[in-house]
T-cell receptor, first 111, second 109 residues
């Protein structure tokens, strides 16, 4: 799986959009971009994934650049409950595969 | 919504005890996984199962075994608990997206 680079920490004001960047310059054509998050002392939570088109669901939007070397996860109206570590990973979809998280970004939502 | 439940949130066991951690999912997923998570070491795969009665070792299977008698249930067994198995244990199910349970924080004294 391709390596990803994320900032170690970010802050965002409650109610504002939180934009979390991820670099994956060595991504290959059949690798998807996935985002998970982990709130303190809880299990990781799947957020969203995409291949090359932008994706949106009830939790977030995923913007992937045209060259696919980077992406941004957008939480449109951040709340205090969005405070968590966010992990960006790239992976091929095949069979039963383990997840490997990097260091992630610790996002703190401030009141 | 996908739901993955784990039998306990917190567990304290003594060295040498046999420990059972249960995981149940309600989405008819074929794939289920057991991970442990430790500070500085990230998420590590212990075992996974891709069908009933089928199992595969992950990266750190030593000291653990698993059982999958029904599709919705995947159990992790610590045959003889040791202090180095004190950890957060996470169950997940799914294929393209993995859905995790809340975790079991196990302390072995």
């Amino acid at each position: 799986d391709a390596k990803t680079t994320q900032p170690p920490s970010m802050d965002c004001a409650e109610g504002r959009a939180a934009n979390l960047p991820c670099n994956h310059s060595t991504i290959s054509g059949n690798e998807y971009v996935y985002w998970y998050r982990q709130i303190h002392s809880q299990g990781p939570q799947y957020i969203i994934h995409g291949l090359k088109n932008n994706e949106t669901n009830e939790m977030a939007s995923l913007i992937i650049t045209e060259d696919r070397k980077s992406s941004t996860l957008i939480l449109p109206h951040a709340t205090l409950r969005d405070t968590a570590v966010y992990y960006c990973i790239v992976r091929i979809i095949q069979g039963a595969q383990k997840l490997v998280f990097g260091q992630g970004t610790r996002l703190t939502i401030n009141p | 919504d996908v739901k993955v439940t784990q039998s306990s949130r917190y567990l304290v066991k003594r060295t040498g005890e046999k420990v059972f951690l249960e995981c149940v999912q309600d989405m008819d997923h074929e794939n289920m996984f057991w991970y442990r998570q430790d500070p500085g070491l990230g998420l590590r795969l212990i075992y996974f199962s891709y069908d009933v009665k089928m199992k595969e070792k992950g990266d750190i299977p030593e000291g653990y075994s698993v059982s999958r008698e029904k599709k919705e249930r995947f159990s992790l067994i610590l045959e003889s608990a040791s202090t180095n198995q004190t950890s957060m244990y996470l169950c997940a199910s799914g294929v393209y997206e993995q859905y995790f349970g809340p975790g079991t924080r196990l302390t072995v004294t």
